[in-house]
């Protein structure tokens, strides 16, 4: 169940908060109840001082606030959550064949997952959804910011610039609307995570509301640091969490994710693909959609891999000054 709405439930406005727990999740950057749903019990508990039973009691009214309250019910109808989904939005990548290929664009409230090869176009993809995430909805757009989280160094304003000047928009607008943050570590990185809900409270104002998350890319730092077998049980344990967050994040405050992923050779592989995400399971299963980014000459090939309403099948595009363009 999406939690779309425009009030973002101040912990001023959650009378059940005495203020030794108020300050208590102040200290480690909870602002609102729609953070206590995302954080949960569990992590609320493992940073705070609070016992178990306050966790609990704090995350259970919470969702009482910002789920039950908004639809009377802890459950809903089929057909209103299918009324809520055609309702909700999604964000064009500027190119029909990938709009077809996701079914009219990025979802809300949901992550999306693209991987491939260094080069294919995962980063300009990012770059091009930037940009149009700010447009209005009649364009493909929702009016919004986007937070760019950079864990490999490679965000250039400059290209982001280049892209709105060649869609006749003003790039000092489209950059103003962008905000972004370099993660140095993984640890920096799962602390940034954190930081999302703080921020989209500090920004309410019309058009200022954040719409999407970009993290590009969310496994190069975990393979950098964690090395050799006896950490990889630790390594997928840390994403897993770190993924959870990022969809409990779309889901309670309605925003798209859109998260790269680097690849890795199947050695052993004879027949098929001879690659794949890395990441492995705890990847796959965190992400919504999954989409395989290819070489194909000088343009590229994107497969939907991984669904739950889209069929498997691929479409052409190609890169540009524009970002990411169907194949003239």
Not at 40 to 64: F, M, N, S, Y
Not at 239 to 247: R, S, T, V
Not at 321 to 327: L, T
Request: with cysteine; charged share 25%; proline share 3%.
């Amino acid at each position: 169940m999406k939690m779309s709405g425009s009030d973002n439930f101040a912990l001023e406005d959650c009378p059940w908060l005495d203020e030794t727990t108020t300050e208590a999740l102040r200290r480690v950057g909870i602002v609102s109840a729609r953070d206590i749903v995302a954080w949960g019990p569990r992590k609320i508990r493992r940073l705070t001082e609070l016992d178990w039973t306050a966790c609990e009691k704090v995350c259970r009214q919470a969702l009482e606030l910002v789920v039950v309250n908004r639809s009377k019910s802890a459950f809903q109808t089929a057909e209103s959550v299918y009324a809520e989904r055609k309702s909700s939005g999604m964000i064009s990548t500027g190119c029909n064949s990938l709009d077809y290929l996701l079914g009219g664009g990025i979802e809300i409230g949901a992550v999306t997952e693209l991987y491939g090869a260094g080069g294919v176009g995962k980063t300009q993809l990012c770059y091009t959804l930037a940009v149009t995430v700010q447009l209005p909805p009649s364009k493909g757009g929702l009016e919004g910011c986007c937070l760019y989280i950079d864990s490999e160094g490679t965000f250039r304003p400059e290209r982001i610039a280049q892209i709105a000047r060649s869609k006749s928009f003003d790039p000092e607008q489209v950059l103003e609307k962008i905000k972004v943050s370099r993660a140095y570590n993984s640890a920096h990185l799962q602390l940034l995570v954190d930081e999302i809900g703080s921020t989209i409270c500090q920004m309410p104002e019309a058009g200022q509301k954040v719409k999407l998350i970009i993290v590009d890319s969310i496994i190069g730092l975990f393979r950098a640091e964690y090395k050799g077998r006896e950490e990889l049980s630790e390594r997928q344990q840390t994403i897993c969490e770190l993924l959870h967050q990022l969809q409990k994040l779309a889901d309670v405050y309605g925003i798209a994710v859109v998260i790269t992923n680097q690849i890795q050779t199947c050695p052993d592989s004879y027949f098929g693909e001879t690659i794949k995400a890395a990441g492995g399971n705890v990847v796959a299963h965190g992400s919504t959609y999954r989409i395989f980014l290819k070489y194909s000459g000088k343009n590229r090939i994107a497969r939907m891999v991984d669904s739950p309403c889209h069929p498997e099948r691929e479409v052409l595009f190609t890169l540009s000054d524009s970002g990411v363009i169907d194949v003239r």
